[in-house]
Structures are given as C-alpha cells and as structure tokens.
C-alpha cells in the first residue's frame, strides 16, 4: 500500500491542533489574571478619603473588585502612571483607622515558589510619586517619596475559608500603599522587585522609573508564605481565596488585588510547540515508515528509500529542538529572596572554615552571625552556579542589625579591623595563603566592609580586588557608625557599564546617611566570583582585630544568569551544523550521548562569538542521539 499524503496530513493536523492549543493558553494565560470577585465584609474606619468638592466619601466596596485601573476617565483623567495615579471615589475604596476589607477571589491565590521574587499577589492603591522638579508637561523627576500613600500602618491577612484567618508577618509585610505606584503600561500579575525602596527611585523621570518596573505594573507585594498563627509561628498555606485588609492608623485606599502569574514568556511558549510539535509530527511519521507494507514489501521499500535519509534528518532536528527546549525552558536563578523563616542550611547554604561562627535563630527567623578576627577564615555563602565578572550588574541589599561590636581586642594589634558581607571565588577564599587582613593577599572579592573607629573615625569601604590583587576602594565614607541595637539596611550594587560600586543606607526604615561611590581606576584588570558571603576574615598578618555579634534577615541577591543556549540545527554540504549564539567571556562545550547516561565531548568547536558551531553531528552505529551544551566561563 503506497504512503499517501494522508499519513503527512495527520501529523500537520496535529502539529497545528497544538499550536492552536498552546496559543490559546498563551492568549488565555497573558489576558487572565486573577482579582478579587466579591467583597465579604467592609468597615469604613475612622478619617477615610473624601471627595473635595461634595464630600462624598470613597465608599463604594465596588471599587475594589476587578482589576485596577490603568486610565481615569473624564476631562481631567487620562492614562494612568507612577506620577498619575487614579484619584476618582468610582476607581478607590477608602479605609481609615480601624476599617477592615475582606475579599474573594473566585481562583484562589497560591504559594508557587515559581512566581518572580516570590510574590505571590499584590495591591494597588492610589499613590504616586511626587514630582521634584516642577515638570507637569511630562518631564518630571521625583525623589522616590510619595503622595497619598506611605504613612498608613496597615495588617494583610489570609485565609482558605474565610473563617480562619492567619496574619502576614509585620516584620516582612510592607504597608499598603507604601510601593509601588499603578504604571497602567504594565501587567498587574507581575510585581516590582521588592528590593526597590523609595530612595532607588530619587532622580528617576518615567522612563527611569519604568525601567526599574521591568514590564511590571507595581502595587505592593506579599508572599503567602509569610502566613503566620496567633503565637507568631509560621503557618504553610497552599492556597488561599480570602484576603483582609485592616488600618491601624491612617488611611489607605485600594484600588485592586491581583494575584501573581507564573506563565512562561512568550519565547518559551514558542520553544515548547516547536518541540512537541516536531516530536509528534516525527512520531506519526516513522510510526507509520515503520509499521510496513504486509503486501508490498520489498516495493515499500523502494518508495521509502529516498524518504529515509529526509527522517532520519528530521528526527534529529526533532531531538534537537527537544534538547533546545530544555535547555532554553528550564530557568536558571537570578535572584534569591531569603527570609530565614526556615533552616537556610538545610536549603543549600553552606559553612566554610568556623562554622559555628554562623547559625540560624529558629525562633526570631534570622541568622545570627559572629565576626571573630581570632578565628581562621570563615564564611556563611549561598553559591551562585555560574561566574560574575567586572562587566557584570549584581548587587544585594541585607537587613543587619548588631548586637555587640569590639575592635583592638590584642595589645599588638590595637587598631580596627573589618566586618564583610559580599560577593567571592570560593575557591580562592579557601586557600591557605588568602589574607584578607593584610591588604594585599587577597583577589576575586567585591564586598561591603565596615570598620569600626579605632582614631581616624568610622568608615564604610565597598571595595573590589581584581583577580592579581589589584584594589579599588576610594572614596571612602568616614564618619558613620552602625549603632547597636538598630536596624540597618544595607544596598550594594556593582555596575558594569560605569565600573563602579553604588551604596545605600537605611536607618530603621528611614533613609540613612549618604555612602559615597566607589569608581575603578584605570587599568583594573577583572575578578571572578562564584559565590555571596557573609565573611568572619582572620586577622592574620594585619594590625587591628574585631569582634562583633549580630543579625541580618531580608537578604535579597540578584545577578545575571548564566547563558542558556539557544540550539539551531542545519545541514549543509558538510553535514549536519548545529549553532547557537555566542557570549563574550564564555566557552561553549557540546557534549552527545546515545542514552542521557554516558556523555562524551564533541569536537571541533568552531568559534566562541558570536556563533559557536558544530559541524557532522551524527555519529555511526548510533541511531539516536542526544546534545546537550555547558558553558564555563573564561
């Protein structure tokens, strides 16, 4: 019996069926987003916003169902951003001290480990940023503090049948409307990175602000798991369809809740119907190749012949695609939000050197830490799975508070000496001959270092030390104490466009002293890191020494990913080609296997950038094959 276009049409049919199918998810996924469908219960409260001109109170609980607003309407209204936020009593439900609003949701909200920052729904208010230069017309600057939102004290709490409900941790759960104000140009399920505060924002116009927004449309974010009992205990919670929202002074308005989505980008949805696509249209057609003819025989096997080498090609593009989307879908971290409400030990932090230096407070959710100089080098680190070098962007932001401080502890080494937290090559730490105290044995580390005042005053030093030791660490910020018993929050960002280490300073939630900028000099060669640390370096070889006790809790990290490969597949007059695009200060390496169990290195590589190639990939004997590609960094 001859192939017939029938057998080509079915698996076109059924490559189409897919593609119709995961564009409607696509679609379908993009436009839902989850929001609040009716309101339980609503309290008013005590001081609740009013209209100017008729003093009509914004209370209508309708307000607050659906999804927020992204234009006003009317003859002052218009498109709705950072700097507009809606204003209107039909867009904003009003609560003062002492009111209480309860939502449902017809989807309930979940914990997904999966949604970006683990957020995992936000509320949007009516704040805006305040303009500080005085352009209206569209050119305005702020300098990050708001208006009509940020001074409310406010209580979120949650509950899967609206009976029970368990509050969200105070210490971790911001104000309502304290960030992030509606930009109507973004989506409502994907938030801000929460490690933004008011001052990242000072001297931003729209366009700056939106950049720091990523694509987001803000309000103000909350993770389910930091659901807490009576007694302060952390509850796990799966899920949730009741949200409550309680002023204990001020007033708050609620234009919308939203629940976080965790959807691919549209890439990935496109990689994951190539891949099926292929790999079912290859199925139906070798399933029936290989089914036979019973009646023709040897004739079948003429007719196919020709076709062989053409599956045979396409298998391989279909296993190739498969391999590029796994490679491409699978996602490699880029920030890390902890928050210690569990073992960080038992979760891939690690001890290096005195570990008992380093140890988690069950009780307050922290970790508790010790700089002792005394001591051999230390580190608590979180390793990063790939490399960070000089033309890099990462940074992390930390809350400290410390609860003893002493320097000069020695009488022949009297001076003062550092407490470090930042970023290091692991391997280069764990050497013998690393000396951090000397000033001049150490390399592959950029970190936040504070030396407490021992005569030429107290000074906070970011500083970067390339991979043969060369420094940069001027200016240097002398003058500010970090106190006992306060709460700091510290941001260190590197830049590598400008080449230069940007510092931050909160004071118990207040903007802190200014920190001044740390800039490379010129002929600063590059580092190489691996891993973030929190850093008890020893004293040996140096002229001061110290010893302190603290916390730190809040840690936010973000960094860029490693590459992840996209894999094309070609052939040629020389075979078959696979490509993928190249990366500066990377080297691409394939490896193939027969049966995902033993791998072997394929070689030649064809250059490192912009296109790194490998050409006659079929290897005799084998009839399927497998790719995958490493990247390590130069």
């Not at 409502?188 to 001297?203: A, E, L, Q, T």
Request: charged share 20%; hydrophobic share 40%; glycine share 12%.
């Amino acid at each position: 019996m001859p192939i017939r276009f029938k057998t080509r049409r079915s698996a076109l049919q059924a490559f189409a069926a897919i593609i119709r199918s995961l564009t409607a998810a696509l679609i379908a996924s993009s436009a839902f987003a989850q929001s609040a469908s009716s309101v339980i219960g609503y309290q008013p409260g005590s001081g609740f916003a009013t209209e100017f001109s008729s003093g009509a109170g914004y209370t209508n609980p309708a307000a607050a169902l659906g999804l927020p607003s992204r234009e006003t309407p009317g003859p002052f209204g218009g498109p709705i951003d950072p700097f507009n936020p809606p204003y209107l009593s039909s867009q904003l439900l009003s609560l003062g001290t002492g009111g209480a609003l309860t939502l449902r949701l017809d989807q309930p909200l979940r914990d997904n480990p999966a949604h970006p920052f683990g957020v995992d729904f936000c509320i949007f208010g009516g704040a805006g940023f305040i303009i500080t230069n005085g352009d209206y017309s569209g050119g305005g600057r702020t300098d990050g503090a708001l208006f009509g939102g940020g001074d409310a004290r406010t209580r979120v709490s949650v509950s899967q049948d609206g009976v029970h409900f368990y509050a969200l941790n105070p210490s971790l759960a911001p104000d309502v409307e304290n960030l992030f104000p509606t930009d109507g140009l973004g989506r409502f399920d994907k938030p801000v990175d929460p490690s933004f505060k008011g001052p990242d924002f000072s001297g931003q116009d729209l366009a700056g602000i939106r950049s720091r927004y990523r694509g987001s449309a803000g309000g103000t974010g909350y993770d389910l798991a930091w659901a807490q009992d009576a007694d302060g205990k952390s509850i796990r919670l799966e899920e949730v369809s009741f949200i409550r929202l309680e002023v204990t002074s001020g007033h708050v308005e609620v234009d919308g809740l939203v629940g976080v989505s965790a959807v691919p980008e549209p890439s990935v949805w496109g990689l994951l119907i190539i891949g099926c696509g292929s790999f079912l249209g290859v199925t139906r057609w070798r399933g029936r190749l290989g089914r036979g003819d019973p009646e023709g025989g040897a004739s079948l096997g003429r007719r196919i012949a020709p076709r062989m080498d053409n599956m045979r090609r396409l298998g391989l593009c279909a296993r190739l695609w498969l391999v590029w989307l796994l490679i491409s879908v699978v996602p490699l971290r880029a920030t890390v939000i902890e928050d210690f409400s569990t073992d960080p030990f038992a979760r891939g932090w690690q001890r290096v050197g005195e570990g008992d230096l380093f140890g988690w407070d069950a009780s307050g959710e922290r970790l508790r830490v010790t700089w002792d100089s005394s001591r051999s080098n230390s580190a608590c680190i979180i390793p990063l799975g790939t490399s960070l070098a000089r033309t890099d962007d990462f940074q992390f932001s930390v809350d400290l508070t410390l609860e003893d401080i002493a320097i000069g502890l020695n009488e022949d080494q009297p001076y003062t000496f550092q407490l470090a937290i930042g970023w290091i090559s692991l391997a280069d730490f764990s050497r013998g001959d690393f000396r951090r105290g000397t000033g001049q044995d150490a390399w592959n580390v950029v970190e936040f270092d504070y030396f407490p005042d021992s005569g030429f005053g107290p000074t906070i030093s970011p500083v970067a030390l390339s991979m043969n030791r060369q420094w940069f660490w001027q200016p240097m910020t002398i003058g500010v104490t970090l106190e006992k018993g306060r709460l700091y929050r510290i941001r260190m960002a590197f830049d590598g466009q400008q080449q230069e280490i940007q510092t931050q300073l909160a004071v118990d939630g207040q903007p802190g002293p200014e920190v001044k900028t740390v800039r490379a000099p010129a002929g600063f060669t590059d580092f190489r890191l691996d891993a973030f640390a929190i850093l008890s370096y020893s004293d040996a070889g140096a002229d001061g020494s110290i010893r302190a006790r603290g916390v730190l809790d809040h840690l936010v990290l973000q960094y860029p990913e490693a590459p992840r490969p996209v894999l094309h597949w070609a052939r040629g007059a020389v075979g078959s080609v696979l490509r993928c695009e190249g990366r500066k200060g990377w080297n691409f390496r394939l490896l193939r296997s027969g049966d995902l169990r033993n791998w072997e290195a394929f070689e030649p590589v064809f250059g490192t950038e912009p296109v790194v190639e490998w050409r006659d990939l079929e290897k005799a004997g084998e009839a399927v094959q497998f790719f995958r590609v490493e990247t390590v960094r130069l």
